[in-house]
């Protein structure tokens, strides 16, 4: 079902079919990507929207009932997040006692050995991942569907690379020839995903997402969008929890979009 479609058929501001049809938008996205060359170097490519559907559809299902304010955009999966639940920034133990989601996840079939999936059954923790839902964890007051009344979270490609050696590889890092192809399917659907939620704001996690928000603002006319930027939670980004926890409560603060969670 296309955005267009779905507007036409619906006039009122939520529905029902508001997951479905985001789930729609996503297959349509990773089927396209599917079919594209990421250079030599990719010798490994993790699709959790497809071995982890069972958990992201839980999700949607589950969270995603109504339009939304604000979309918290990340990059790509991580290898210990959402790479093993099929959740943006989904560290394990924040899915099953935040979210309270459970639920079964598929080996795929391509994997590296450094890097297997075990879907929750994994014991690793996504440090970024941790850091950001901690944050959601305790503007909610540990009560998701207070974070999710007006906030939603993607990421711009839903895929993860990895070279012979397991090392990640963002799209940021692909060659300009590769990541061409890349940006104008993720651009588009991007671009579908913010109209179709009836986002205000778009909150870019780290520097790429907030380029590429930029351009989809700028390239599909989508003047009423506001982009702002938090620092990426990475450690190699800012450091401590603390020093991006404070750094992302001043620019949330700043663009008023603490006062939601109140």
Not at 48 to 76: C, E, Q, R, S, W
Not at 176 to 184: C, I, R, V
């Amino acid at each position: 079902m296309s955005v267009s479609k779905y507007f036409s058929q619906q006039n009122k501001p939520e529905t029902d079919d508001l997951a479905d049809c985001f789930i729609n938008l996503e297959n349509d996205l990773v089927s396209q990507l599917n079919n594209l060359n990421y250079g030599p170097n990719i010798v490994y490519i993790y699709s959790p929207l497809d071995y982890a559907f069972n958990l992201h559809k839980i999700f949607l299902k589950k969270f995603l009932n109504t339009n939304k304010k604000v979309l918290f955009l990340g990059m790509n999966p991580g290898p210990w997040g959402m790479c093993q639940t099929g959740i943006p920034f989904g560290e394990v133990n924040i899915v099953r006692s935040y979210l309270r989601i459970v639920g079964e996840v598929l080996t795929p079939t391509n994997y590296h050995p450094q890097r297997p999936v075990t879907g929750l059954d994994c014991h690793r923790s996504e440090v970024s991942g941790k850091r950001l839902w901690d944050l959601f964890i305790e503007l909610s007051d540990s009560d998701p569907y207070k974070f999710f009344k007006d906030c939603f979270i993607h990421n711009y490609f839903p895929l993860a690379l990895m070279n012979e050696k397991a090392k990640n590889i963002t799209p940021s890092d692909l060659k300009s020839e590769y990541q061409k192809k890349l940006q104008e399917i993720c651009d588009k659907s991007l671009s579908d995903i913010v109209t179709l939620l009836h986002i205000d704001t778009i909150v870019a996690i780290g520097k790429y997402a907030e380029k590429r928000s930029n351009e989809v603002v700028k390239n599909f006319k989508l003047n009423n969008i506001k982009v702002v930027r938090i620092p990426h939670p990475s450690p190699r980004s800012v450091g401590t929890a603390e020093k991006w926890k404070n750094e992302t409560l001043v620019l949330l603060k700043s663009n008023n979009i603490l006062q939601l969670f109140k």
